[in-house]
């Protein structure tokens, strides 16, 4: 089957890339596609910007946040 450049097209996908850095003051930093989405973000605001806003589930959630709080810094490709 050959792929005709309309068909090309319809398959190509946007990716996001999320990055949350933690700052020195335990505050987050909010990067989409390295551009600063929202930034000194409370920890308790943190669902609200990631479950609420970009679909992210509990689970993810807590995987990027145990991520920042470890390193410093998470990063997620969607």
Request: proline content about 1%; aromatic content about 8%.
């Amino acid at each position: 089957m050959s792929r005709t450049q309309k068909d090309s097209a319809q398959n190509t996908k946007t990716t996001t890339v999320l990055e949350l850095v933690k700052r020195s003051d335990g505050n987050f930093d909010l990067f989409v596609n390295s551009a600063l989405h929202r930034g000194d973000i409370d920890e308790r605001w943190l669902p609200e910007e990631l479950c609420v806003r970009f679909g992210f589930s509990g689970i993810e959630y807590d995987a990027m946040l145990l991520e920042a709080n470890e390193s410093g810094r998470s990063k997620v490709v969607c």
